[in-house]
């Protein structure tokens, strides 16, 4: 039973655009999640998190949305370059749990 | 970048032979962990250390053990390997608290 969905295997936007990458969820115990952004033949690299006490967290062009009523979570990047082209994670965790549940993966193209 | 190494980088074995694989962290962080990544499934957990000696299960345990002795190694072993445990296998390290994992190259293993 997959608790963390990312139901777009894949993404296509032109330099410049905003991206917008799309996470949900089923386990309503889940209240810290993150985006992790990995390039080929790399290990993924920590990008944003937010927790379920805020809706919002902004980091430069990155920004993640959160909400728990549609237990929904969303990250824009907002101007896509051509560096972001890559698959993005989201992950989610609960209190106290150590571990966390992945998605399945949305890759990024950004067309120049 | 986390002072993570995996070793080996790339490995190409035997049905029925035993494998391990090792990563070694410079940041004393308390919790390590093991995934695995396949196409269609993201990354899954294979087992998590919460310290030296302390260790526990994740979703896609079977076949594998860990083991560690030291703060700044943890060991991955396939007893007997399977061409279904062909994969891609990351490290991950985390401090502790609030703070996210942050994840080695990884080792591609075949399995043939």
């Known amino acids: 039973d997959q608790q963390v969905k990312q139901n777009s295997p894949s993404l296509s936007v032109q330099e410049g655009r905003i991206s917008i990458l799309n996470c949900d969820y089923t386990?309503?115990?889940?209240?810290?999640f993150l985006w992790y952004k990995k390039y080929p033949a790399e290990g993924p690299t920590f990008l944003i998190s937010?927790?379920?006490?805020?809706d919002k967290n902004e980091d430069g062009r990155f920004t993640v949305f959160l909400n728990k009523s549609a237990k929904h979570l969303s990250l824009h990047i907002v101007p896509s370059q051509p560096g972001d082209s890559a698959v993005y994670f989201c992950a989610a965790s609960s209190f106290g749990n150590e571990k966390l549940t992945f998605g399945t993966g949305t890759r990024l193209t950004i067309i120049p | 970048d986390a002072g993570i190494t995996q070793s080996p980088r790339h490995k190409v074995t035997e049905t029925g032979t035993p494998v391990t694989l090792r990563c070694h962290q410079t940041?004393?962080?308390?919790?390590m962990y093991w995934y695995r990544q396949d196409p269609g499934h993201g990354l899954r957990l294979i087992h998590y250390s919460y310290g030296v000696k302390d260790t526990d299960k994740g979703e896609v345990s079977d076949g594998y053990s860990v083991s560690r002795s030291k703060t700044e190694d943890f060991l991955l072993t396939l007893e007997s390997a399977t061409s279904s445990q062909t994969s891609v296998y990351f490290c991950?390290?985390?401090?502790?608290?609030?703070?996210?994992?942050?994840f080695g190259d990884g080792t591609r293993l075949s399995i043939l």
């Open positions: 386990n309503s115990m889940f209240d810290y």
């Open positions: 940041e004393n962080h308390r919790y």
């Open positions: 937010i927790s379920s006490i805020k």
């Open positions: 991950a390290i985390r401090q502790g608290g609030a703070q996210p994992q942050h």
